[in-house]
């Protein structure tokens, strides 16, 4: 499940702020300046010279927060799910082990 906002920022006029996630989701305030390609979806250029896709960024810090709560919930499931794969994996091994000397881990 995805938090998708649906702001058309082309009607947008420039500058404005926005928020975005960095790497490890620390919500950071940015300034927009220009668009910077008008391709579906749009992308916006900062005052720093990067480009954001639509999507990617917030009109509140509370809305920039509750995507990177989504998107670790969504982490969570897929490691989750990992884990359980591995265990199956470890437990085919396991039954044609013939070595008395296995160690569990």
Request: glycine share 4%; aromatic share 10%.
């Given at each position: 499940?995805r938090?998708i906002i649906?702001?058309?920022?082309?009607k947008?006029s420039?500058?404005?702020?926005?928020?975005?996630l960095?790497?490890?989701f620390?919500p950071?305030q940015?300034?927009?300046?220009?668009?910077?390609?008008?391709?579906e979806?749009?992308?916006h250029?900062?005052?720093?010279?990067?480009?954001?896709?639509?999507?990617?960024f917030?009109?509140?810090k509370?809305?920039?927060?509750?995507?990177?709560?989504?998107l670790?919930?969504?982490q969570?499931?897929?490691i989750?799910?990992?884990q359980a794969?591995?265990a199956?994996?470890?437990?085919?091994?396991d039954?044609?082990?013939d070595?008395?000397a296995?160690?569990k881990?």
């Amino acid at each position: 499940m995805r938090l998708i906002i649906e702001v058309d920022m082309t009607k947008r006029s420039y500058p404005f702020n926005a928020w975005v996630l960095g790497g490890t989701f620390i919500p950071k305030q940015i300034t927009f300046v220009r668009l910077a390609w008008s391709h579906e979806p749009p992308w916006h250029r900062s005052e720093s010279g990067k480009d954001y896709r639509d999507g990617t960024f917030f009109l509140t810090k509370e809305e920039a927060v509750a995507h990177g709560r989504l998107l670790l919930e969504e982490q969570e499931a897929r490691i989750t799910k990992q884990q359980a794969v591995i265990a199956k994996k470890r437990a085919n091994l396991d039954k044609h082990d013939d070595s008395a000397a296995r160690v569990k881990p």
